[in-house]
């Protein structure tokens, strides 16, 4: 069995008869980088407030390095190699950038002394690689203060870094960044992620599909499920929860569309009309009753609305059977498309990508033309 550095056994906290966290249980090896995301109130803020011993177990326990944490101090427990970064940063604003990174390079000096002293010179390459690390080398001189949020953030991860933990616990690291801070955030940590254990907790989609590996999703103080980013998506146990009603699709059919979707996507646009028409003409692929279709169109928009890399899926969907609902609806969806704008033919890119797709399915080029007539003839 490889070595954990975190495990987290039949874990329950219990704030006056609630329970924020019930019955988790958590393992994450050495080195992993792993994001948690969850809705509010899933009990994520409590689950790093446990590791870091803000909060106690009611029930189970938290082994660290394979060292139960129970009882043990906070204060402590940062010593034995964790480290949090809070959802605010928390910098000196009016020392430089250098200077803050002195001062958690030398944790036992003060901040006068930081001031004052000239740093010896293996403490300054530290700091000099840490500058680089975290992107602000043009700016260390600069007080804190002038940094603009997304490198107050990198900073602050950098101070992090300084003190050399063994994990590293970030809490909402990219939460009202702006998308070019949001990606040197993000690569960041996957630099960070080749030499540390990782823990992101993380709201922002985009970004987790940026940086994660492995997810796990919590939901009422539980482990929902865990797995790659894909496997994650389309989860209907997750799409549930985040949508907040039971899906009717399998996990299959969700893939299979979301392949389809990514055709519709190919010219860049989706316009209202073209989505509804797509919408009523797949809610009747999956189901007969018109009161289940309506449902299900609201269902299916979610999807529509989300650009996916078809290839991951694709390589999951092998038996012929979903291959050729595939293709039945993405032709579905290039003919539509061209119906609904009033042209004779498909539109170029849709084509092209059709014809990229089609030829990755591998499908016989005779079953295909099969499929394509039954679905010309039903428009
Ligand atoms: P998240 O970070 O996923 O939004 P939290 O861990 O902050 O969730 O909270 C989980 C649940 O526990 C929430 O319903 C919250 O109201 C409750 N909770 C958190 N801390 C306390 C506390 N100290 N006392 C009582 N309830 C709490
Ligand atoms: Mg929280």
Redesign the pocket.
Known sequence: MAAKILQIEDLTVN??G?K?LNNLNFHMDYGELRVII??????????L?VITGK?QPTIGRVLFKGKDLRSIPEFRIARMGIGRKFQTPRVYLNLSVRENLDLTCNKNKNVLSTLFKRPESAESRNVGGLLETVGLTTKADLPAALLSHGEKQRLEIGMLVAQSPDLLLVDEPVAGLTDEETENVGALLLALAESHSIIV?EHDMEFVRQIAKKVTV?HQ?SVLCEGSMDQIQNDPKVIEVYLGHQSSLSSHQVKILRVAASIAWSDGTLSDAEQSVILKRLSEEFTNDTAEQLELQDELRNYLYTEVDPEPLLAQLTEPEDREMIVKLSYEIISVSAFNKGETKVNLEESENYQSLIERLGLPMERVREIEAGVRQSL
């Open positions: 704030f006056d609630f924020a969850g809705p509010n109130g899933a009990g994520k803020t409590t689950f407030d909060v907790i919590l103080g």
